[in-house]
Structure formats: C-alpha cells, structure tokens
C-alpha cells in the first residue's frame, strides 16, 4: 500500500529530502575540520578566532526566522536553490582571500547558505512528508551519515592535497546537495504563484512576531531552551575543539576522524530511540542525552589521549543522535503546517544564538584561564543552564508525549 504521508512524491523525491540532510549539516562539520585549520595558520589570538567562527552563525542567527517564512510564502526549494549555489561559490573563495577580514565575511555568507538550507529540508519533511517521526528520523539519520563520511575525506584532503584541495571538496559536495535540491517537487497550488518581488525578500516584522509568538506553547519553550543549551557542544566542536586537538599534534584526519565517530554513533543512536522515550518519556529523555552530549565535550582536556578521545566523541555523537529525533518530530507535531518554517526557523535561531555568541565567549576565557580550564568551565555552565531548564519546565513532561 502507498504510504499516505508520502502520496504524491515520487521515489526519487522522497530520497532527495532526506540527502538534503546529508549534505547540508554535514558541511558545518567538515567547516569545522578544514576552516579552524585554515584560520590558524593566519596566527589570529585566541578571542579573535572565536569572533571568526562564531561568524559562521550571525546571519542565520538574525534570518533564519525570515527564511523560514521565505519558504512557507515562497517555497522552500527555491529558497534552497538559491542558497546553495552561494553556498558553492563561498567554499571555492577561501583560499582566495587569505586574511581574517575577508574569512569572517565568507563565514557569514557560508553559514547563512548552509543554515537556510537545513531550514528547507526540514521544512520539506513537515510540508511533504506531515512531520511524520519515521521520516523525521530518516532525515536525522542521513545527518548523521554525511557527518560520519566527510570530516574523514577533508581532513584527508587537507593533510595530502592541501588548502585547495580541502576547499574543493567542499565545494563538490555542496554541488551534490544543489543535484538533490533540483530534484524536490516544485510547490503545486490551485492560485497562481506571485511574482516575486524585492520587498517579498526583505525581513517582515511580523513574521518575527509571529514565530517568537509559538513560544507561548510550553512544550516549544522547553524546547527551544534545552536545544540551545544542548547545542552549546557542538559550537564549542565547531570551534576550539579541532584548535585544541592541533594543539596536541593530531593529523587533519585524525581530527577528521573523532568527528566521524561522533557522528557515525548518532547514526546508530538515532534508530533507536523507541525503547528508552517508551521508558522515561521524550522530556527526560532530552533532558539527559542533552547533559550527557555536552559533559562529553568538556572533558575533552581531561581525556588526552586518542583513544580516550574516541570514546569521549562516542558518548556525545550518542547523546546527540538521540535527541535529536526528539527534537525535530516534537517541534513538527507542535506546530501547526502553515507555521512549519517559522518553528523550524525559531529553533535554528536559539541554536544559532550558541554558536554566535559562544566562541568569542571562549575564546575570551582561554585568554584568561587557558584552553584546559575553558573547556570545564563553559560546559558546566551549560550542563547547569540545561538542568535548571528541565526542572522549571518539568511540568510539560506529560505534554510532550
């Protein structure tokens, strides 16, 4: 029988929403090889390589609920189209412009590409695919896959082919996920599409009202805070954690590889979800992955070794996995369909709002207290800011079901 949720998309097209998975979040995570790479052979201090990567994040902080509600009023794929080309054109510029001004703006463009891209294919699976949790872990699960397989090939590309090479790679990938976005269905409605028209693409207050308005929703509260807080680990992944492990000698393959592993155990982790949600339930469930994904990053100084290492990236690409699926399908269900970019737009922004601010929060703390030290004491504050949440929203622990 022909699955209702996926009625009138082609084979071809439901795969092609869920490589848009693959080869959008998978871009952050080979950024976050290949780029701290780049940045430090530029000899920035430590606070201004936090400002540089933190960068990547301002401008889908500040639009992601715009773009959102681009992709609700004009479609997600051509907003997808449109992003991901500059997406290509920003990877194959930063070995153009070697200096710190001119990365800081390609991060900026580089990070709006990707995020709004992210933003399209969920936005697809809460249209197309009615938010469904099978489809929503499959998109989750291809994640998690293009992590696993490209931070080892960048990294391998930086360590044998060198900076061109690297950002050429990421390049061809981008140009994979612009194969996929050509492939999603062209939106079908009964009203003629509206020419598109410049003030169409400017930020709408109201669409910001609006989204923010979703947080009266106490399960959307809960959340949008525990996401951001539980994102906190990958902004310091993204960030300082590839500077420290360079710092210890290891290879861009190795720093590659801790990365694949994280997210090679999220690939596993996040198919097998069921059993423990049907035991404690999605809110303590996320609560727990949550603090177990970012107590796993900060011990990371404490670990040293590679092989302790490993198991460090294990335990959090778990714990990531995990919730992730939680995450996604809750906000989804949450939400009403005419309002799926905004949420999805509105959980970006709390998680972008981590990855903006936190890298030159650490980078500060490093130049004060050390790399060892930073790392211990921005993951308890996090790890503390996540267990306040849990207890002050408990009582929407019976409504998130």
Same mark, same amino acid.
């Given at each position: 029988?022909?699955?209702?949720?996926?009625?009138?998309?082609?084979?071809?097209?439901?795969?092609?929403?869920?490589?848009?998975?693959?080869?959008?979040?998978?871009?952050?995570?080979?950024?976050?090889?290949?780029?701290?790479?780049?940045?430090?052979?530029?000899?920035?201090?430590?606070?201004?390589?936090?400002?540089?990567?933190?960068?990547?994040?301002?401008?889908?902080?500040?639009?992601?609920?715009?773009?959102?509600?681009?992709?609700?009023?004009?479609?997600?794929?051509?907003?997808?189209?449109?992003?991901?080309?500059?997406?290509?054109?920003?990877?194959?510029?930063?070995?153009?412009?070697?200096?710190?001004?001119?990365?800081?703006?390609?991060? *900026?463009?580089?990070?709006?590409?990707?995020?709004?891209?992210?933003?399209?294919?969920?936005?697809?699976?809460?249209?197309?695919?009615?938010?469904?949790?099978?489809?929503? =872990?499959?998109?989750?699960?291809?994640?998690? *896959?293009?992590?696993?397989?490209?931070?080892?090939?960048?990294?391998?590309?930086?360590?044998?082919?060198?900076?061109?090479?690297?950002?050429?790679? *990421?390049?061809?990938?981008?140009?994979?996920?612009?194969?996929?976005?050509?492939?999603?269905?062209?939106?079908?409605?009964?009203?003629?599409?509206?020419?598109?028209?410049?003030?169409?693409?400017?930020?709408?207050?109201?669409?910001?009202?609006?989204?923010?308005?979703?947080?009266?929703?106490?399960?959307?509260?809960?959340?949008?805070?525990?996401?951001?807080?539980?994102?906190?680990?990958?902004?310091?992944?993204?960030?300082?954690?590839?500077?420290?492990?360079?710092?210890?000698?290891? *290879?861009?393959?190795?720093?590659?590889?801790?990365?694949?592993?994280?997210?090679?155990?999220?690939?596993?982790?996040?198919?097998?979800? =069921?059993?423990?949600?049907?035991?404690?339930?999605?809110?303590?469930?996320?609560?727990?992955?949550? @603090?177990?994904?970012?107590?796993?990053?900060?011990?990371?100084?404490?670990?040293?070794?590679? @092989?302790?290492?490993?198991?460090?990236?294990?335990?959090?690409?778990?714990?990531?996995?995990?919730?992730?699926?939680?995450?996604?399908?809750?906000?989804?269900?949450?939400?009403?369909?005419?309002?799926?970019?905004?949420? @999805? =737009?509105?959980?970006?922004?709390?998680?972008?709002?981590?990855?903006?601010?936190?890298?030159?929060?650490?980078?500060?703390?490093? #130049?004060?207290?050390?790399? #060892?030290?930073?790392?211990?004491?921005?993951?308890?504050?996090?790890?503390?800011?996540?267990?306040?949440?849990?207890?002050?929203?408990?009582?929407?622990?019976?409504?998130?079901?």
């Amino acid at each position: 029988m022909t699955d209702q949720k996926t009625e009138g998309l082609t084979t071809l097209q439901q795969y092609a929403i869920y490589a848009t998975g693959l080869f959008t979040l998978s871009t952050s995570h080979m950024v976050a090889v290949v780029v701290p790479l780049w940045v430090l052979t530029m000899g920035p201090t430590a606070l201004m390589m936090g400002i540089v990567l933190g960068s990547r994040a301002v401008l889908p902080l500040i639009l992601s609920i715009h773009g959102g509600a681009l992709m609700d009023r004009l479609g997600a794929r051509l907003v997808m189209l449109i992003c991901t080309v500059l997406g290509i054109a920003v990877s194959i510029s930063y070995p153009m412009l070697p200096w710190l001004p001119a990365v800081v703006v390609l991060q *900026l463009l580089g990070g709006m590409s990707e995020n709004m891209a992210w933003i399209g294919g969920q936005t697809m699976v809460g249209q197309l695919l009615k938010g469904d949790p099978v489809h929503a =872990g499959r998109l989750s699960f291809s994640t998690r *896959l293009g992590g696993f397989i490209g931070p080892p090939l960048i990294g391998a590309a930086w360590d044998f082919i060198g900076v061109w090479g690297a950002f050429l790679l *990421l390049a061809s990938w981008m140009g994979i996920l612009l194969a996929c976005v050509l492939v999603l269905p062209k939106p079908v409605t009964t009203t003629p599409a509206p020419s598109i028209r410049i003030r169409d693409l400017m930020p709408r207050y109201r669409d910001y009202v609006s989204a923010f308005a979703l947080l009266a929703s106490p399960v959307l509260a809960v959340v949008m805070a525990v996401s951001m807080l539980r994102i906190g680990n990958v902004a310091i992944q993204n960030s300082f954690y590839v500077v420290y492990l360079n710092g210890i000698d290891l *290879l861009g393959t190795q720093i590659g590889t801790l990365l694949a592993v994280s997210n090679g155990m999220a690939v596993f982790s996040t198919v097998m979800t =069921g059993p423990f949600v049907r035991i404690i339930g999605n809110y303590w469930f996320l609560v727990i992955t949550s @603090v177990f994904a970012v107590g796993a990053m900060g011990v990371t100084p404490i670990a040293g070794t590679f @092989v302790l290492l490993l198991l460090a990236a294990a335990v959090r690409g778990t714990a990531m996995g995990a919730s992730q699926t939680v995450l996604i399908s809750t906000t989804s269900k949450a939400t009403h369909s005419d309002d799926q970019g905004k949420a @999805v =737009g509105l959980r970006s922004t709390a998680n972008l709002f981590a990855h903006a601010i936190l890298p030159p929060i650490m980078g500060a703390v490093i #130049d004060l207290i050390g790399m #060892d030290d930073s790392f211990l004491v921005i993951c308890s504050v996090l790890i503390a800011g996540i267990l306040i949440a849990g207890f002050l929203g408990r009582k929407t622990a019976s409504i998130v079901k």
